[in-house]
Nanobody
Framework: QVQLVESGGGLVQAGGSLRLSCAASGRRFSSDAMGWYRQAPGKQRELVAVITSGGNTNYADSVKGRFTISRDNAKSTVYLQMNSLKPEDTAVYYC????????????WGQGTQVTVSS
């Protein structure tokens, strides 16, 4: 059974940092692109960051320079380091995996809540 399990969310003050983790199991993810999405109340889900199997990264403009996505294939884990957090970063953060030939994300985690207080 394929599973993506996020952890590391919580409550933090503005300007603080959090590190999210996404542990993958059930198949090999080393050739997958991995992404972090977020969804705030009343808003559409948005792509925050993505990392390819080769380690190339891309970020939403709203988080560039503050967030860093990375992966450890040996641990089947993807990370999202979030610095200089802002109240508008408050959302449920989801980890997702996209298989090599897929045009959409195939697997999703259950999400972890991040709340940034002002």
């Amino acid at each position: 059974q394929v599973q993506l399990v996020e952890s590391g969310g919580g409550l933090v003050q503005a300007g603080g940092s959090l590190r999210l983790s996404c542990a993958a199991s059930g198949r090999r993810f080393s050739s997958d692109a991995m992404g972090w999405y977020r969804q705030a109340p009343g808003k559409q889900r948005e792509l925050v960051a993505v990392i390819t199997s080769g380690g190339n990264t891309n970020y939403a403009d709203s988080v560039k320079g503050r967030f860093t996505i990375s992966r450890d294939n040996a641990k089947s884990t993807v990370y999202l380091q979030m610095n200089s957090l802002k109240p508008e970063d408050t959302a449920v953060y989801y980890c997702a995996a996209r298989r090599k030939w897929s045009v959409q994300y195939d697997y999703w985690g259950q999400g972890t809540q991040v709340t940034v207080s002002s």
